[in-house]
């Protein structure tokens, strides 16, 4: 929904408590962020890495473009839509990390692209395919731009990207040619290493990447193709592939506000500590013998990483979540015989996974002075939404 | 997202075949909707039942309104920013099915009876608690309006509701005194029920669930509170809760669209046949040896009851789909050796569960002459995504 009542109603937020907001809602602890954006930038610059920040996580235009004055080169995208709704927001160096093949989002793409010209920025992309890069060159040729495309490899996820080596080679000799298109490099992200539990096992897992990484390099610097940049990394292993000198650029998108099954990672100490900024306010609207009900069910957040963790503030009961429905949680004491919260109070969840959650809300809340206690600061327009 | 370009080009569809839709799209098979709403309108007509759908499914204004002209008394929703983008659509029959304890959103409920009392139309509220009860009052105080009222009780899902038997006397006795509440019944759901997989196990549920509903019907009249209408039923168990004799109103919303989940049911025979009506329709964006990455993933589709099933037409291989994150998916073949699909080609997809689906996208596009060949009908926005 996004009718005028809606946006007028979360306007009027700004100033007021915590408590005036309705729930559920989406509520950013803007300080937080803050913070974990600061820790990233340092990281990068400490490391001579550029930065580009997946901007799927919050699809927010002026997210991007704080994070942008914070030090990041640009941002990452996942789809032509979401490429779309943050240049229409002013973000003007955009990553698109993903393969489009279809003709007329293409014609979308080469329209960004020339519009991101003309405002001194710069579009790019990612091809696994020759027809990719044929589809693409067709699209780009209707414009005066430049797009620079990165070959995605597949570093260990086995989902998209050719395979390490050779096949690389031969789409670059496909890209060379055409005028709009600008050979830049390799896409290598291993999306599956981001959420493995130990230290250990991300560890061999960027190892392995590495490896791929740089057969592919090598095979390309002999070809007289040597990449001008490798880019990927996530929040989970970034300080790995940080660490392997083979990327020069990286694309952590989550660690801006954290999640539940981040949470669920050891933490490599390699790794800034960033904090956990990503809430749903929900409020009990019914109380049973054994259990309350919240008003936050998976509309409120994703479930594909499980189920939201209860944030209980100082004073406020421990309490476990269950899946009450598409708009109901289900809260139990964490302990037998513990306290249960009081119809109307508030409840704070920790979404599984944040990407997706956000991805269900038009507006994050931005709160700072904490959640028991805050002011909301801002509203911010999740612009990319759906897309 | 909800800029003007992306409505223009959703606009543009219109009259376009089903080729013309970017990917990943939510699609419906018009006709297939048409027939699943007479289906029911049918059901309900003959079993002289009110029939009130749930629009918690659809969330659109244009489709509640197209149930109303097919017999519907009115619609279901379960927030109150559902009821207001639907009422703004037009629709004047609204019951919100779930407790709202929030003096703030009171005050927009209070708002909402009063606007359509104007229009000639009525809204309706559930209530489990006595302060619910006041709350409610105390918000429609400021208003001419009288909103309906019914009683939850719960009926086995353990979820919202009073206890059966005497609690609902209670609650009784606290709404007749206001004279802007009209104590309006009972409302018994049993969400549990819907999805238990056998027809003995559902007959079962809605066996029990009928006694809780007798017990709490006789204390009431015996209180001298009879419930003027019993509603309550969805699309796994409605049969049965009109075979009961003690329900006067059924619910159903995902018969309209159905899905993954609702098709792993026995079919109950009592049941009108109902057609998968939904479908994402998604592109191959990327092929490897074993696999191929579709442009569909659990931002497209809601997982919360299990991933999509492949929907081949004739002529396209079997496929398996695999959660591939939030913007892929991996589709393999059903069995060992079968083909894959090429890059670019079209796969279209049922979704896991229709109604937190219908929730991820701001728009349906309505086909008629079926997904292989069909054209482009109508593009319906879905009003109260995200509300």
Redesign the interface.
Known sequence: ???A??TARFAGLIGQGVE?I??PALVVDAEAVNRNMQRMAEFAEKHRLRLRPHA?LHKSADIARLQMQAGAVGICV??V?EA??LA?GGVNDIFIS?????P??LRRVAGLAQMLKGRGGRLAIAV??S??VDYLAQAMALTSAVIDVFIEI?VGQ????VAPGAAAVALVQRIVPRPTLRYAGLHAYH?GAQHLRSVAERRAAIAEAAQHVAVTRDALAEAGFAPPLITGAGTGTFNLEAASGLWGEIQPGSFLFMDADYARNERDPAQPAFEQALFIKS??????AD?V?C?AG??SH???CGLPLVHALPGQPDLTYA??????G?LRPATPGGALPA??DTVWLIPGHC??TV????MMVAVRGGLAEGTVSAVVRV?????
Do not use: F, Y
Request: proline share 2%; hydrophobic share 25%.
């Open positions: 929904m996004n009718t009542t809606e005036a309705e729930t799927k996942q789809t839509g779309e709704a229409a993903n393969e489009v093949v279809c007329r989002k696994d395919s027809e990719g597949n086995n989902r998209c990207g999306g409020q009990v609207i019914s109380v049973a259990h009900v008003d998976h509309k994703a479930v594909d899946n009450g429905g598409d708009e109901h289900i119809l109307g990407d997706p991805n269900l809300h038009d612009d990319a939404r759906g897309a």
